[in-house]
């Protein structure tokens, strides 16, 4: 309009406004291309980065990213992942996981845990002594799960989760475990529960412990030599199968336990007991996020219940817990042992709560020998790796005298990617009547490069 103004030629008024119309038109025009072209853009961006991924340590499924001096991790989408996978659980088919954790006490009772489709909401576990199974009898007892629908990720990923607790059970026997919908058994396994403390002739316990496991073809392997070992119970002390608590990355859950599901000896079950790490949580250590347990986020809390609760008059519930009451630190006895899964810092902290649950159960069960494992470690083989020094200066005040105290044979850290073995420790000192810690977590995960000139 202006070059139009200067225009000594221009000087009829209607010709003018036309040209100003004109340019007023196209303007519109161009503004509506815009608009259209960022409408679009952003619709788009959206469905092609919609349930954005960083699975950590995995490989398998999107965009690989490896550096041996960072973290190995792929990216992945909801449309990228529509194409690589497919529904982890079918409708007509056999359930898509079946695994076993443990509440307070493993010598009479168990949680049997299966993955289904999303419309499965009802099903049974049938189950009997083995012996009783195998001298032609069918199984005499029946009980309904508990349905917990899954729905943190896309809809080709969410399934059923159905948990169930088998109780009254006989010490250091041997069980047949049914799952029977859509008319049929759809899947066997066995089981074993623990010696009762104290019993004669009880068989030795065999554990397998350790961290950072990831879902690398390293962690395939070490998981097949763990469950060649015939191991009683499996315990993990944080950083599983590293989703990072993001619903896209369900996928690596259901990897992580195939390779247990696979390696199931005689089809007995192991009984897995599941500790909180900074990569199961979404957080670093000693954060304020305040994250709490739904069925939306922490897939650790939802598919693996670990601990009974109260009711309202202190009664223990003999059923599953909901989802948004389970807690991330609890402890098992283990024929004559009684373990602690804690939690170094990420929904729970040291003091507190926690801290006194810790000296509830040791007191409750003064002659059975204490373990303890948990992810970030108070006595790391190196400073690099950890979170800071306030988080082991916090285990240093308030876990550590509790271990002293309570003469803790061994505690399992794990986070640093290396191996130790401290001398026995009590009262932060060499004792040879104190605990060794054990660590410091690389089940599936490669030495950190960047640590080799420590």
Same mark, same amino acid.
Request: charged share 20%.
């Given at each position: ?17 036309? *040209? ?5 038109? #196209?303007?519109?025009?161009? $503004?509506? +291309?815009? =608009? ?68 307070? &006490? ?36 029946? #009980?309904?799960? &508990? ?5 943190? $990720?896309?809809? %080709?990923?969410?399934? =059923? ?53 990831? &879902?690398?073809? =390293?962690?395939?392997?070490? &998981? ?5 070992? %015939? ?44 500790? $909180?790490?900074? !990569? ?14 739904? %069925?939306?986020?922490?897939? @650790? ?8 609760? *109260? ?8 059923? +599953?817990?909901? /989802?948004? *009451? ?31 649950? @810790? ?55 794990? !986070?640093?990617?290396?191996? *130790? ?31 080799? !000139? /420590?």
């Amino acid at each position: 309009v202006s070059e139009t103004l200067k225009d000594p030629d221009v000087s009829d008024r209607e010709t003018l406004l036309q *040209k100003v119309r004109k340019a007023k038109r #196209k303007s519109k025009i161009f $503004m509506s +291309v815009v =608009a259209v072209l960022l409408t679009l853009y952003a619709i788009f961006s959206n469905v092609i980065a919609e349930g954005l991924c960083i699975a950590t340590y995995h490989e398998k499924v999107g965009l690989y990213f490896n550096n041996p001096y960072v973290l190995h991790f792929t990216f992945s989408t909801k449309m990228y992942r529509r194409f690589a996978l497919d529904e982890p659980c079918t409708k007509d088919g056999p359930p898509c996981h079946f695994y076993a954790t443990i509440p307070e &006490t493993a010598h009479d009772s168990v949680f049997i845990n299966v993955h289904t489709h999303r419309d499965i909401q009802k099903i049974d576990i049938l189950y009997d002594l083995k012996s009783n199974f195998d001298a032609g009898k069918l199984p005499q007892f029946t #009980k309904e799960a &508990t349905y917990f629908h899954i729905d943190a $990720m896309e809809t %080709r990923g969410q399934r =059923a989760v159905h948990s169930v607790l088998l109780f009254d059970l006989q010490p250091d026997s041997d069980y047949v475990i049914q799952v029977s919908y859509n008319g049929r058994v759809q899947a066997q396994k066995y089981y074993r529960t623990f010696p009762l403390f104290g019993a004669n002739n009880a068989r030795p316990i065999r554990m397998v412990s350790g961290g950072d496991i990831g &879902t690398l073809p =390293a962690a395939d392997t070490m &998981t097949a030599v763990a469950m060649s070992q %015939r191991p009683d119970i499996i315990t993990i002390g944080g950083d599983i199968a590293y989703d990072n608590n993001i619903g896209g990355c369900y996928f690596v859950w259901d990897m992580l336990l195939d390779q247990f599901e696979r390696n199931y000896q005689n089809d007995y079950l192991v009984p897995l007991v599941m500790g $909180m790490g900074n !990569h199961d949580a979404g957080a670093n250590v000693l954060n304020e996020l305040q994250i709490r347990p739904t %069925r939306n986020s922490l897939l @650790i809390l939802s598919y693996f219940p670990s601990h009974l609760i *109260k009711d309202g008059t202190g009664s223990i519930l003999m059923e +599953v817990p909901p /989802i948004e *009451k389970r807690q991330s630190y609890h402890a098992h006895t283990l024929g004559n042992v009684l373990f602690f899964s804690l939690d170094s810092g990420y929904l729970a902290g040291f003091e507190d709560d926690q801290k006194s649950y @810790i000296r509830d159960i040791s007191t409750k069960y003064p002659q059975h020998i204490k373990m303890a494992n948990y992810h970030n470690p108070i006595y790391p083989i190196c400073t690099v790796m950890t979170d800071g020094p306030a988080s082991f200066y916090k285990g240093l005040v308030h876990f550590v005298p509790l271990f002293d105290e309570f003469k803790f044979s061994v505690v399992f850290e794990n !986070h640093v990617h290396l191996f *130790k073995r401290t001398y026995p420790l009590k009262g932060n000192q060499r004792d040879d009547t104190g605990t060794r810690y054990l660590g410091d977590g690389a089940w599936g995960i490669a030495m950190d490069l960047s640590l080799i !000139h /420590i």
